[in-house]
């Protein structure tokens, strides 16, 4: 059995990735976990910028702290192949290279916050990224999640914005 997320695990990521300067952001269950959401989960999300250069970066990274990357595996990781599971390291990691919901990297990156060292997706895109992920798993999470960003909001202001959020309110400008 592969245990469970535990920070722990997201630090030893974070260290690695930022001394091999990978561009990314946590994402998923993960993501929220790390901004106080009160679940578990059993991997690490990454949502990593998509480019050669950056994926090289995060096989060497990987490596690093202990994971056996299969030539096929670290191939798909600096393609940057949609979606890429890890499993063969002290503890299992998925790179999303192209989260559901979510338009792009650049973008979400400008919304994501840093708390305590970790980079985040705001929560207003991890929870379009799991409605619109369709997963049964994920859409019974997003009433828990809703509820958590609304009391986050409320805790931490200016309020996260979507993609969504942003173009429906240029939208009703125009």
Do not use: C, W
């Amino acid at each position: 059995m592969r245990p469970q997320f535990q920070p722990e695990q997201a630090k030893v990521i974070a260290q690695a990735f930022d001394a091999a300067n990978v561009d990314y952001m946590f994402i998923g269950k993960s993501g929220a976990i790390l901004l106080g959401f009160p679940a578990v989960t059993q991997d690490v999300d990454i949502f990593p910028a998509r480019n050669a250069e950056n994926g090289t970066r995060i096989v060497q990274a990987l490596r690093g702290v202990g994971f056996d990357l299969t030539p096929e595996l670290a191939e798909a990781i600096v393609r940057g192949k949609d979606f890429v599971q890890i499993k063969t390291g002290p503890f299992d990691v998925d790179l999303v290279f192209a989260p559901d919901g979510i338009a792009n990297f650049a973008d979400a990156k400008a919304r994501s916050i840093n708390v305590e060292g970790f980079r985040v997706a705001n929560l207003r895109d991890i929870i379009a990224s799991k409605r619109a992920s369709g997963r049964e798993r994920d859409l019974i999470d997003l009433p828990l999640l809703e509820r958590f960003r609304e009391e986050y909001e409320r805790l931490h202001s200016p309020p996260l914005r979507s993609a969504a959020d942003i173009a429906k309110k240029k939208a009703e400008r125009d």
